[in-house]
């Protein structure tokens, strides 16, 4: 007897694994495991995702137009070339399958968000990853990892899990090295959070011509990941190509209500950009107190460098975090062992995790 078998590339996928959220012995934990909001949503975007509960019989409005009129006012875009999505990791999954399949390559960095090589595969195309340098995507190599196959090159900006960044210019001289017909997608997932004048979300390259992408989200600094919610920002022909292909009602109206009163709640998003700025800084500065060094981050999460040493490594850091109920994310699946993610939390947490690290480092 045979047994129905998926399109060639699907049983090479690992599944993604998300952060884990409970530990056996404790009833609450101090979750920094998935770059979530650390003061969770607006109360706005609360009040009007209850607002929408007896409304949920109705389906949504398939189009989110006025979410998308609510982005365009708010960041000077062009709705018509906005699309939603449950997520942005739905909207990338559309990007490849939309342009990429089997024979074609899609590229990434090293250490690339893990989505990028499933998506590709899932499509039945070719995941490719280019070296980084320093932990950073580097546009050198990205370029010499360019074929005629090549369909897409994603590139998170900035990156997770490592944090780091690409100035503008270096965006646009990835770009300009790029053939006409590859399609950059820039994922600036955590983009609110960059302090950097040298910094750009990718709108004016959007904006420039027809073969880029910006994807964003509002699971980080609007705290929404539970309700999964995300939007692109493409040229016309593009965004034509995912309306064809998502579902028609992608998105539940519960999240375009609630993502509306997130966007228009600008007191919010300003107090959690400035919590994150001020505990990242501490963070790092107290993490390097302990002879801890971390990547250099522009995001709410913070890549720590562990020693090798047996009882000192990032496996026993995570342990010991773990025996005080606090989950961080450990990096072996993106090839970072030596490596643990940490998601800046509340005021607490942050005082907990370092009153953990200097109780293993003997401090
Ligand atoms: C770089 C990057 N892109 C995309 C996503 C997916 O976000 P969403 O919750 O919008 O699907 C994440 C989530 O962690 C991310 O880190």
Redesign the pocket.
Known sequence: MTSPSPRPGIMDITPYAGGESKLTGFDRVIKLA??EGALGPSPKAVAAYQAEAVGMHRYPDGSAADLRLTLAARFGLNADRIVC????????QLLVRGYAGPGDEVLHSQY??L?YPIDAKASGATPVAADEVNLTTSVDRLLAAVTERTKIVFV?N????TGTYLSVAEMKRLRNGLPDHVLLVI?A??AEFVDRNDYSAGVDMVEAGDNVVM??????IYAM?GL???WAYCPPAVADVLNRIRGPFNVASAALAAGQAAIEDVDFADLVFRHNSYWREWFVRELGLLGLESVPSVTNFVLVRFPKTAGQNAAAADLHLRGKGIIVRPMRSYGLPDYLRITIGRDDEMQAVVAAFQEFRGA
């Open positions: 998935s770059n999505g449950a997520g942005s990791d739905e909207l990338l690339g968000f989505i998170a900035p990156n997770n899990p994922d997932a955590y994807t964003r989200t509002f699971s980080k990941g999964r919610l995300g």
